[in-house]
Structures are given as C-alpha cells and as structure tokens.
C-alpha cells in the first residue's frame, strides 16, 4: 500500500472562502463545488504534499500568518473568521485478482480527509467593545 498525504487551509470571512497558502493574495478566492462523486469540495484550494508531521505544521503555520485578526478587548489577536484545515490521506493498494500475471491485478485508491475546524471567536460585543467591521 502507498500513502499519499496533502493539507490545505482556507477561511471564511464574510463570507467569502480565502486560500490561506495561496501564493498571490487577490487570486485566494475559492468557491464551494459538489459532486456526487467526492461531495463537497473547495475548488482552487491550494493542497501540499506532506510527508511528515513537521510538514504539516509548517503548512498551518504558513496559513496561520494569512488569517483575518483583530484586536478587541478580550484578546489582541482575536480570529474575525472561521477556518478550515484540512488533511486528505489518499491509499493506493494494489489487489490481485487471483491469477499470477502482473496485468491481472487492479488498483484500489481510497480517499479520507480530516477537517479540522476553528469557529471565529465568539466574545460576547459589550465584552468586546468591538465595532464597525471587527463586530462582523
């Protein structure tokens, strides 16, 4: 069996999804896209290749730094939007169909992905003292 191992990052902000690794900026804008074949998906995510645990916090590092904050009185780096990292395992394994010859065998490739969610905080406003555009 063969692993194939990918992260991505993206946020939503009003409510609009960003590529938080994308290279360019004002290219980060991504849309939802669903098919009956792999469900929902966020088209024109950026996915890296990891290879290790390093790898993938590197990734959320990297991501971390493009995120929407703001300060407010509860807290100087308060999140203003809800992010999504995402880490998509990919297996291939080859299966064999009883016969002895190599052409005989198939490839089966299974696909996981582990969403992990971070909601932007949710500080009660009078608490906050936030207003204006930190309020949405």
Do not use: P
């Not at 999804?17 to 804008?29: C, E, H, Q, V, Y």
């Not at 929902?40 to 290790?52: H, K, L, P, Y």
């Not at 394994?93 to 992905?113: H, L």
Request: hydrophobic share 35%; net charge neutral; aromatic share 4%.
């Amino acid at each position: 069996t063969k692993f194939l191992v990918a992260a991505s990052y993206i946020e939503i902000y009003n409510e609009n999804i960003r590529d938080l690794l994308a290279k360019d900026a004002k290219k980060s804008n991504c849309a939802l896209q669903e098919s009956k074949e792999r469900g929902v998906t966020v088209r024109d995510a950026t996915w890296c290749v990891v290879s290790g645990i390093a790898e993938i916090e590197q990734v959320l590092q990297k991501g971390g730094e493009s995120r929407s904050v703001g300060a407010t009185l509860m807290n100087q780096d308060s999140s203003r939007s809800h992010a999504i990292f995402m880490v998509r395992v990919e297996a291939c394994e080859r299966v064999s169909s009883g016969d002895d010859s190599a052409a005989a065998s198939d490839e089966t490739i299974r696909v996981g992905v582990l969403n992990l969610v971070d909601l932007a905080g949710s500080e009660r406003q009078s608490k906050t003292k936030a207003s204006g555009s930190r309020l949405k």
